[in-house]
C-alpha cells in the first residue's frame, strides 16, 4: 500500500467518523517534561478500536500541523522497555508536536495490529533468534498488520487533511497519502538506540526502509 509521498492518485477518502469528547488533560512524561492537549474521542472509526487524537500546542491555526500516528506499546510506552524505541518516541514526540503545533494520534494496535500477548510470543521467538519480522510470521501473523483508516478518519474528523508527518516509517504516508491525507513532509524522529534495541532499529531500517540513521548513534 506504500506510496510515494504526495502522489494523490488513486486515493480512497474513508467514511467520516466524528468527534465523540473533548477534554483538556494536562499531561507530565517521567522525565519532568509538561504539556496539555485537547483530547479526542471519536464514533465511527472504521475499526472499532477506541483511538485517540491529541491536540498539541496551536494545532487549529496551522493548515499543516505536524502529526505523529503512534502505536500503542504498553511495554515501551508505560514501562520504559529498552527493546523498542517506542517510549523515547512518544515523548520526543509530545515535545515537538507541542512546539509546531499539531496533532498526536494514539493508535490501539499493540505490536505492529497483532496484539499485547502476541507481541510478547514475537518476543519469545525473538530471544531464540529471529528477527522482529519473522517473529511475527512464525506466529501466523503478517510482519505488520497495522491499517491507517482509522488515523485518516480522525484526522478528517477534526478538519485535518494536510499534515507533515513525524514518523521514520514510509508505510505510514503511504497509507494516509492512499486515504486522502496530504502528506507534505515526511519528518525523522530522533534515533533512540539503546544495547538491548540495536538490533530491532537496524532490522526496521534494513526490512521496511525506516528512515534510521544508526551511525554514530549513542
Known amino acids: ?21 473533548r ?29 485517540l487524537a491529541l491536540g498539541l500546542g496551536d494545532w487549529k491555526n496551522s493548515d499543516n500541523p505536524l502529526v505523529r500516528p503512534h502505536s500503542e506499546c504498553l511495554t515501551g510506552d508505560v514501562f520504559g522497555s529498552q527493546r523498542c524505541d517506542c517510549g523515547p518516541q512518544l515523548r520526543e514526540a509530545a515535545e515537538r508536536i507541542t512546539e509546531a503545533g499539531g496533532i498526536l494520534l494514539y493508535l490501539r494496535q499493540e505490536g505492529r495490529g497483532i496484539g499485547l500477548y502476541a507481541k510478547l510470543d514475537a518476543y519469545a521467538l525473538q530471544d531464540t533468534g529471529l528477527d522482529t519480522y519473522q517473529a511475527n510470521l512464525a506466529l501466523g501473523h503478517a510482519e505488520d498488520e497495522r491499517d491507517y ?70
Open 23 to 51: 477534554v483538556t488533560v494536562p499531561l507530565e512524561f517521567p522525565d519532568g517534561y509538561q504539556t496539555s492537549a485537547e483530547v479526542f474521542t471519536f464514533i465511527g472509526l472504521a475499526d472499532g478500536r477506541e483511538h
Open 149 to 218: 483508516t482509522a488515523a485518516a478518519q480522525m484526522l478528517q474528523a477534526l478538519d485535518v487533511d494536510r499534515i507533515r508527518l513525524l514518523s521514520n516509517n514510509p508505510d505510514k504516508a503511504g497509507q494516509l497519502n492512499h486515504l486522502g491525507v496530504d502528506v507534505t513532509e515526511q519528518i525523522r524522529t530522533g534515533v533512540h538506540l539503546s544495547t538491548a534495541n540495536a538490533r530491532y532499529l537496524a532490522t526496521k531500517r534494513d526490512h521496511t526502509a525506516h528512515t534510521i540513521d544508526l551511525t554514530g548513534a549513542a
Open 1 to 21: 500500500m506504500t506510496m510515494t509521498i504526495g502522489q494523490a492518485a488513486a486515493r480512497v477518502r474513508p467514511a467520516a467518523a466524528r468527534i465523540r469528547t
